[in-house]
């Protein structure tokens, strides 16, 4: 098992930064990955950018060059680093997790980014 707790959203003006944290506690050493996803109101949930326990990542071409995923291994933690926010990243953003088959999730952190 494998609990996120994320935290970090809030309400952001266009143009302006926030950085979301999910720190993951339970069965760490199975966990092969870990990403950021977001489902806006009336839209599916989508990948933002993952990283591996490698630390290979991968970014959602609508974030990339303004979305950052990084992880702390000693604080067993996972940002994502978002500059330059528009409008269309407004949405709820969680946690997920990869580990042996399995798929975890935190509760979720509204960002709203306003025009």
């Known amino acids: 098992q494998v609990q996120l707790v994320e935290s970090g959203g809030g309400l952001v003006q266009a143009g302006g930064s926030l950085r979301l944290s999910c720190a993951a506690s339970?069965?760490?050493?199975?966990?092969?990955?870990m990403a950021w996803y977001r489902q806006a109101p009336g839209k599916q949930r989508e990948l933002v950018a993952r990283i591996t326990d490698r630390s290979s990542t991968y970014d959602a071409d609508s974030v990339k060059g303004r979305f950052t995923i990084s992880r702390d291994n000693a604080k067993n933690t996972v940002y994502l680093q978002m500059n330059s926010l528009k409008s269309e990243d407004t949405a709820v953003y969680y946690c997920?997790?990869?580990?042996?088959?399995?798929?975890?999730w935190g509760q979720g952190t509204q960002v709203t980014v306003s025009s």
């Open positions: 339970g069965s760490l050493f199975s966990i092969n990955a």
């Open positions: 997920n997790a990869s580990a042996r088959g399995y798929e975890y």
